[in-house]
C-alpha cells in the first residue's frame, strides 16, 4: 500500500512538470518575414539616424550614402522584393510597398534599419531582415590637391587614414604647408583642417580617417629667399608663417665675409610690382636695430662689397636668381 502511495506521488509530480514546460502551440505564426528583435526593438524606439549630423555618422561608422549612389535593397525571404536603385540628387530612393525613402546622408546600417522600420510600420513584414548593399559610389575616390607630387583623384574604397591618400598621391612637395584641409563629402559645409607637426609626420591624432567623395587640399608654405652672398642661398619655409631677416639670414647660413650688409635690401611684391626696401642688415645683426619680419614670397638680397657689379644687377636678375634657389625646410 505504501509502496502505490509512492507511485502516485511520483506519477503526479511527473504530471505537473509536463504541464509547466512551455509548448510548442503558436511557434509556426505567420508566413511573413520574421527577425528576432534587437534590444532597440524591444524597448524605447532607437533615434531616428535622420537626426544624427553626418558629421558624427562619418567619424564614427563610415562611408556616407550619397546623390548617384546605385544600392541593392533585399529582404530574406521576399525574393520579389530585391531591387537595385539608384539614389537621386534628392537623397531618396523608391521602394516596393514604401515608396519614396531618403537616405541620402545615412550609412548602410541606418539605411537598413530605415527601410526595416518603413516596412514594420506599414505591416508588409513582421520585423524585415532588410539588407542594403553598395554597388557603386558615385565619388569613388578621393581627391588629393594641393602641394603633392601627382594631385589628382584616387580610387581608395572604404576607410582610409590621411597618409594613404597622401601617399597615393606621391607625397607632400617641398613647398608644402602645414595645414591639410579636408573636405567632407557628407558634410561639405564644415571642412575639417588638420594641422601637421614641423618635420610633416602623421602622429595618431593627426592620421584622421578619409573616405570615397572626400577631397583632401593640402597647403602651400610661405617661402622667403635669400640670395646673394650668403654661404647657402635659396628658398626657406616659414615655419608656422613667422620668419624675421635674421633667421632667414641664419637659415642661409650666414653671411660671406665679402657681403655689403649695408647695401642690403628686401624685395616684396606688391599691387604695383616688386618693390625694394633697404635692410639694415649690419645693425640688426648688432642689436642696433629691430628685426623686420618676413612676408611669404619675400626675397632678401645681400650684395658683394668688392666693385659694383653685384650692387648693379637688376631687379629681374635677382627675382630669377631667387625663382630658381632651392627649396629648404629647417629639421
Same mark, same amino acid.
Given at each position: @500500500?505504501?509502496?502505490?502511495?509512492?507511485?502516485?506521488?511520483?506519477?503526479? &509530480?511527473?504530471?505537473?512538470?509536463?504541464?509547466?514546460?512551455?509548448?510548442?502551440?503558436?511557434?509556426?505564426?505567420?508566413?511573413?518575414?520574421e527577425?528576432?528583435?534587437?534590444?532597440?526593438? #524591444?524597448g524605447?524606439?532607437?533615434?531616428?539616424? #535622420?537626426?544624427?549630423?553626418?558629421?558624427?555618422?562619418?567619424?564614427?561608422?563610415?562611408?556616407?550614402?550619397?546623390?548617384?549612389?546605385?544600392?541593392e535593397v533585399? =529582404?530574406y525571404?521576399?525574393?520579389?522584393?530585391?531591387? +537595385?536603385?539608384?539614389?537621386?540628387?534628392s537623397?531618396?530612393?523608391?521602394?516596393?510597398?514604401?515608396?519614396?525613402?531618403? =537616405?541620402?546622408?545615412?550609412?548602410?546600417q541606418? #539605411?537598413?534599419?530605415?527601410?526595416?522600420?518603413?516596412?514594420?510600420?506599414?505591416?508588409?513584414?513582421? !520585423?524585415?531582415?532588410?539588407? *542594403?548593399?553598395?554597388?557603386?559610389? +558615385?565619388?569613388?575616390?578621393?581627391?588629393?590637391?594641393?602641394? =603633392?607630387?601627382?594631385?589628382?583623384?584616387?580610387?581608395?574604397?572604404?576607410?582610409?587614414?590621411?597618409?594613404?591618400?597622401?601617399?597615393?598621391?606621391?607625397?607632400?612637395?617641398?613647398k608644402?604647408? !602645414?595645414?591639410? @584641409?579636408?573636405?567632407?563629402?557628407?558634410?561639405?559645409?564644415?571642412?575639417?583642417t588638420? =594641422?601637421?607637426?614641423s618635420?610633416?609626420?602623421?602622429?595618431?591624432?593627426?592620421?584622421?580617417?578619409?573616405?570615397?567623395?572626400?577631397? &583632401?587640399?593640402?597647403?602651400?608654405?610661405?617661402?622667403?629667399?635669400?640670395?646673394?652672398?650668403?654661404?647657402?642661398?635659396?628658398?626657406?619655409?616659414?615655419? !608656422?608663417?613667422?620668419?624675421?631677416?635674421?633667421?632667414?639670414? +641664419? @637659415?642661409?647660413?650666414?653671411?660671406?665675409?665679402?657681403?655689403?650688409?649695408?647695401?642690403?635690401?628686401? *624685395?616684396?611684391?606688391?599691387?604695383d610690382?616688386?618693390?625694394?626696401?633697404?635692410?639694415?642688415?649690419?645693425?640688426?645683426?648688432?642689436a642696433?636695430? #629691430?628685426?623686420?619680419?618676413?612676408?611669404?614670397?619675400?626675397?632678401?638680397?645681400?650684395?658683394?662689397?668688392?666693385?659694383?657689379? $653685384? $650692387?648693379?644687377?637688376?631687379?629681374?636678375?635677382?627675382?630669377?636668381?631667387?625663382?630658381?634657389?632651392? *627649396?629648404?625646410?629647417?629639421?
Open positions: @500500500m505504501r509502496g502505490k502511495k509512492v507511485g502516485l506521488i511520483t506519477f503526479l &509530480v511527473l504530471l505537473a512538470s509536463l504541464i509547466a514546460t512551455p509548448g510548442t502551440e503558436g511557434q509556426s505564426g505567420s508566413l511573413r518575414n527577425v528576432p528583435s534587437s534590444p532597440t526593438a #524591444a524605447a524606439a532607437p533615434q531616428s539616424a #535622420a537626426t544624427q549630423t553626418s558629421a558624427e555618422v562619418q567619424g564614427t561608422v563610415g562611408l556616407i550614402i550619397g546623390a548617384g549612389d546605385l544600392l533585399t =529582404v525571404g521576399a525574393s520579389d522584393f530585391a531591387k +537595385a536603385v539608384r539614389v537621386a540628387d537623397g531618396d530612393i523608391s521602394l516596393p510597398l514604401i515608396g519614396a525613402t531618403h =537616405v541620402g546622408g545615412l550609412t548602410i541606418q #539605411a537598413e534599419i530605415l527601410v526595416q522600420q518603413r516596412l514594420s510600420d506599414g505591416g508588409f513584414f513582421t !520585423n524585415p531582415q532588410v539588407s *542594403i548593399f553598395e554597388r557603386e559610389y +558615385a565619388t569613388q575616390g578621393i581627391s588629393v590637391l594641393g602641394e =603633392v607630387q601627382k594631385p589628382g583623384i584616387y580610387p581608395l574604397l572604404g576607410q582610409h587614414a590621411l597618409f594613404d591618400a597622401v601617399s597615393a598621391a606621391g607625397g607632400l612637395t617641398p608644402a604647408g !602645414n595645414k591639410i @584641409m579636408i573636405t567632407r563629402r557628407a558634410n561639405p559645409r564644415d571642412p575639417q588638420v =594641422v601637421l607637426p618635420n610633416q609626420t602623421f602622429p595618431p591624432e593627426t592620421n584622421v580617417a578619409v573616405f570615397p567623395g572626400d577631397t &583632401v587640399v593640402v597647403s602651400k608654405a610661405g617661402i622667403v629667399y635669400v640670395v646673394g652672398d650668403v654661404r647657402m642661398p635659396g628658398g626657406f619655409v616659414m615655419e !608656422n608663417s613667422q620668419l624675421s631677416v635674421l633667421q632667414a639670414i +641664419a @637659415m642661409a647660413q650666414g653671411t660671406n665675409s665679402t657681403a655689403k650688409l649695408d647695401k642690403t635690401i628686401l *624685395i616684396r611684391k606688391s599691387t610690382g616688386p618693390q625694394q626696401t633697404p635692410i639694415p642688415l649690419k645693425n640688426i645683426m648688432t642696433k636695430t #629691430a628685426d623686420i619680419q618676413l612676408q611669404a614670397d619675400d626675397i632678401v638680397f645681400v650684395p658683394r662689397s668688392e666693385g659694383r657689379a $653685384a $650692387a648693379r644687377r637688376t631687379l629681374d636678375a635677382i627675382m630669377q636668381v631667387a625663382v630658381g634657389a632651392a *627649396i629648404y625646410r629647417p629639421l
